[in-house]
Nanobody
Framework: QVQLVESGGGSVQGGGSLRLSCATS????????MGWFRQAPGKERERVAR???????TYAESVRDRFTISKDNDKNTLYLKMNSLKPEDTATYFC?????????????????WGQGTQVTVSS
């Protein structure tokens, strides 16, 4: 069973930075596509970024050049560094693990989810 625990959320002024962490239950990165999602009140869940076995990263257009996804295999931890934060980045952020095929992320739904961490950006 994959367990994911997010941390690092909080309140920050616009233009500020935060780094989210996602502690995983073990050798997860070798078997799963890892991603960060977010959901604001009244809005659909949005995929923010994902990273495959080889370290290839993709981002939503809304966060490209501001957010960076990374993983530390030794610490079994996934990160999301968020710079130049905007009020519209306010949401609950979730870490998730999804299917890999030959090391690449697929478009299938993510299987495992953390409990989420709140990020609030004030103007």
């Amino acid at each position: 069973q994959v367990q994911l625990v997010e941390s690092g959320g909080g309140s920050v002024q616009g233009g500020g930075s935060l780094r989210l962490s996602c502690a995983t239950s073990g050798n997860v990165f070798n078997y799963y596509c890892m991603g960060w999602f977010r959901q604001a009140p009244g809005k659909e869940r949005e995929r923010v970024a994902r990273i495959n076995l080889f370290g290839f990263k993709t981002y939503a257009e809304s966060v490209r050049d501001r957010f960076t996804i990374s993983k530390d295999n030794d610490k079994n931890t996934l990160y999301l560094k968020m710079n130049s934060l905007k009020p519209e980045d306010t949401a609950t952020y979730f870490c998730a693990a999804g299917p890999l095929r030959n090391g690449y992320c697929t478009d299938d739904p993510f299987n495992y989810w953390g409990q989420g961490t709140q990020v609030t950006v004030s103007s």
